[in-house]
């Protein structure tokens, strides 16, 4: 069973910077991509980005792309989500999840194995 525990949450002014982190429990860490959703209100969770467990390759949801960065510690056992230019529309809770193997391309929400409980993003204009 992999913990997740995400950390970093809060809320910032349109065009701010924040950094969200997730600490796993697992010492297979390594083995896992691991990925980043939001949960807009009234909205369906849905992929942010995905970092490999191979190469520390990325794919990126559109919407994100050139101001969202993950990267991953395998020593650590954290992977890290940078944003930024915030804005409005990027008000969610953040969610961390990590696949067995998997790769960079897009996942629907049900292909993740383990989830982190989330941390809220607020973007005010």
């Known amino acids: 069973q992999v913990q997740l525990v995400e950390s970093g949450g809060g809320s910032v002014q349109a065009g701010s910077s924040l950094r969200l982190s997730c600490a796993a429990s697992e010492r297979t860490f390594n083995r896992y991509s691991m990925a980043w959703f939001r949960q807009a209100p009234g909205k369906e969770r849905d992929l942010v980005g995905i970092i490999s467990y191979i190469d520390d390759t990325t794919y990126y949801t559109d919407s994100v792309k050139g101001r969202f960065r993950i990267s991953r510690d395998n020593n650590k056992n954290t992977v890290d989500l940078e944003m930024s230019n915030l804005r409005p529309e990027d008000t969610a809770v953040y969610y961390c999840?990590?696949?067995?193997?998997?790769?960079?391309?897009?996942?629907?929400?049900?292909?993740?194995?383990?989830w982190g409980k989330g941390t809220l993003v607020t973007v005010s204009s």
């Open positions: 999840a990590a696949v067995l193997g998997g790769g960079t391309y897009y996942y629907r929400p049900e292909a993740m194995d383990y």
